[in-house]
């Protein structure tokens, strides 16, 4: 029943800086804290990927491929989840969405988000040469 929407998309060139944000509505109380969220993307002919992750801890993880570029943070305080991306590379045009999820485990590399079951609408993020 919770509402995402994601903000903050748009046409940067290699290089470039954007940041995406996720506002979050109509959650029960506090509730907004127990949930893992994760950062989404989807490049045109490649199935849905998992860009990064928090969990309710604040514990993150991020895909190999945006490691030391982009960074994920959340303000339960205002019900939103950020993604800083720096850096950005042609390779990362894509649909970038927001999930709400409600597991959480921890990995090597950090706590990972699953049985995602809130979506966002999407934002476009387009990085050209």
């Known amino acids: 029943q919770m509402q995402l929407v994601e903000s903050g998309g748009g046409s940067v060139k290699s290089g470039g800086s954007l940041r995406l944000s996720c506002a979050a509505s109509?959650?029960?109380?506090?509730?907004?804290?127990?949930?893992?969220m994760g950062w989404f993307r989807q490049i045109q002919g490649k199935e849905r990927e998992g860009v990064a992750f928090i969990d309710s801890a604040g514990i993150t993880s991020h895909a190999e491929s945006v490691k030391d570029r982009f960074t994920i943070s959340r303000d339960n305080e205002k019900a939103t989840l950020y993604l800083e991306m720096t850096s950005l590379k042609p390779e990362d045009t894509a649909m970038y969405y927001c999930?709400?999820?409600?597991?959480?485990?921890?990995?090597?590399?950090?706590?990972?988000?699953?049985?995602?079951?809130?979506w966002g609408q999407g934002t476009q993020v387009t990085v050209s040469s």
């Open positions: 999930a709400a999820c409600a597991t959480e485990r921890t990995s090597g590399s950090g706590s990972t988000c699953s049985d995602c079951s809130d």
């Open positions: 109509n959650y029960i109380g506090s509730t907004y804290s127990w949930y893992c």
